[in-house]
């Protein structure tokens, strides 16, 4: 296997350090191509996992033993990792949450609350994920405010004249995605971010799909709010962040109510913690947060500029491997695209697709991927969309080609 | 031929194919063979909304008999409704209410039957069965 490639990237130590890619599926090696799903994890991450439960665990926060001691330290400093990750001012920006979901919630719940009146408009484009259009829908319904999209275009990406004629002064906010999960589109973040700022609205970038992809600086970038999960850079389900400005976090109310977001409880009044605590009712999933910083510190010591420059240039070969199928038809054909392959095989379903796939070891998803209004705009059922993590070949991208070849002589 | 016994038969014709290829290559070929359904029938009323593949499902009793037409969009999925579809056309109420499906799991195949799969199979499979218990309280 040519496992050097010009990026002088050595792939094959990548791989040792992440277990799962030695299973097999249906008797064969396993092919995983769900990365923008979910992606795997590196063993260093499972072994503070364990470390931790086994050596270190107790709950954190305000504990005078040791245990608790150790445990609130290992927390914090995730904080802290991930503050200079994402080139936050301070740790009181970091919030700990869920994930991107969960992040953008709180948000459409706590923002909403301090900023949103009826008649305002919220701006979304047309390629959110379902989590950054549900969460808005509702919030406009409980403050009568309306909903608007800025259209996506044929190859998938954003026209810039369409987000200045949609903003004005009535948008109080903009919450977009940095990258498609269904079509790979890296949006131009920083144009939409200084337009929203011009009209005076705030904005809210989804980097669920960025994070793990593209170098980022929340200053550099000047976005009010950020949002990503733990699980998608290599750390464990169930953690994700909110970053927001120290002053507007200070401006909005809580979300949730709880142990560790109080200062003084009594039954005529509470007051609340100070941030980044005031967001983090309840006792965490401090295993899981801990071991998120262990997976950003992975990504670093890798560098994220090697990984953007290695899958960018598997995602150069396989859209040229997976253009030359006849009747294979790829959707997101932006210029500036994420490593996610989306398309569909002649008139064969995508779930026909991902059947056959699936027992040569491939592993796709197939469907909607949580963006109906995509698959509407296509007029398509769905797709099938193979999407690719630094640890992923050229050599595996050729068994996808030659998978999709032996499910169009069985399906076409 | 009663419920088991066509599904015996099926378990005995998938006994042959070795491989999972062959095996789905004669699910597509059942798929591609389903009698067309009746354009009127294809209905939102009678849509089963998967997230993976939709599956349309009509049922009409007939001298104490009852016929299925169904439909999908996928081809695999379509080919399984097939198999269902010899298994429980013209069977009585009764016995469509108190059957079992057992040959998909028989056949290597019970995997398209679960419910995270959201392919609509499990919930058609459901609706035959309702099918059959309301058939059989009318009559």
């Known amino acids: 296997m040519g496992t050097i490639v010009s990026t002088g990237w050595n792939v094959q130590a990548i791989r040792e350090d992440f277990p799962i890619l030695k299973t097999l599926v249906h008797n064969k090696p396993l092919i995983y191509f769900d990365n923008a799903a979910s992606t795997q994890k590196p063993k260093i991450v499972l072994d503070t996992e364990y470390h931790y439960y086994t050596t270190q665990y107790s709950n954190i926060h305000r504990g005078v033993h040791y245990l608790s001691q150790i445990g609130t330290d290992l927390y914090e400093k995730t904080r802290h990792t991930i503050k200079n990750f994402i080139g936050a001012a301070s740790e009181k920006e970091i919030i700990f949450t869920k994930g991107t979901t969960n992040s953008i919630n709180l948000l459409a719940y706590s923002w909403s609350s301090a900023f949103l009146k009826a008649g305002d408009e919220i701006l979304i484009t047309g390629m959110e994920h379902h989590s950054n259009i549900v969460p808005w829908q509702m919030a406009c319904q409980r403050h009568g405010a309306n909903l ?65 992809h593209i170098p980022m600086n929340v200053q550099d970038l000047d976005c009010d709010f950020l949002a990503f999960s733990g699980h998608k850079i290599y750390g464990p389900t169930g953690t994700g962040i909110l970053y927001g400005k120290e002053k507007l976090l200070d401006a909005i109310p809580p979300f949730e109510g709880g142990g560790d977001m109080i200062k003084d409880v009594k039954f005529e009044h509470t007051s609340f913690n100070e941030l980044p605590f005031k967001f983090e009712a309840g006792t965490p999933n401090i295993a899981g947060i801990i071991a998120l910083g262990t997976a950003i510190e992975y990504v670093e010591n890798i560098g994220l500029d090697k990984i953007y420059a290695y899958e960018d240039e598997l995602l150069q070969y396989g859209t040229e491997q997976l253009s030359q199928i006849d009747s294979l038809k790829i959707y997101g054909q932006s210029k500036h695209k994420s490593s996610v392959l989306s398309f569909l095989l002649g008139k064969a379903h995508p779930y026909d697709v991902g059947v056959i796939l699936d027992h040569l070891g491939i592993a796709i998803r197939t469907g909607h991927h949580c963006t109906q209004p995509i698959m509407d705009h296509f007029c398509i059922p769905g797709t099938c969309r193979a999407s690719f993590a630094f640890y992923n070949t050229k050599e595996e991208i050729d068994a996808l080609v030659s998978g999709i070849r032996r499910a169009a002589k069985m399906l076409l | 031929m009663n419920i088991n016994q066509i599904q015996d ?60 037409q169904a439909d999908s969009d996928a081809i695999i999925t ?52 309702n099918y059959g218990i309301a058939f059989n309280l009318k009559s």
Request: net charge negative; aromatic share 8%.
């Open chain 2, 9 to 68: 038969s099926i378990i005995e014709d998938f006994s042959m194919y070795e491989d999972w290829e062959d095996k789905y290559e004669y699910i597509i070929e059942l798929g591609k063979e389903l009698p067309e359904m009746n354009e009127q029938y294809k209905t939102e009323e009678n849509l089963i909304k998967g997230c993976q593949s939709r599956v349309w499902l009509h049922a009409e009793e007939e001298e104490g008999l009852v016929k299925f």
């Open chain 1, 148 to 212: 608007k999209v800025i259209p996506i275009q044929e190859d998938g990406s954003i026209n810039i004249e369409d987000v200045k004629k949609l903003i004005s002064g009535k948008t109080r906010l903009l919450a977009f995605t940095y990258v498609s999960n269904a079509l790979g589109t890296i949006n131009p973040v920083k144009d939409m971010i200084d337009l929203a700022h011009q009209a005076g609205a705030h904005v809210l970038l989804d980097a669920a799909q960025a994070i793990q």
């Open chain 2, 78 to 129: 379509k080919g399984i409704i097939g198999l269902l579809i010899k298994i429980f056309n013209n069977q009585s109420a009764k016995e469509i209410s108190n059957s079992d499906i057992y040959f998909l799991k028989e056949i290597g195949l019970q995997e398209h039957l679960s419910p995270t799969r959201a392919n609509g199979l499990v919930s058609m499979v459901k609706q035959i069965k």
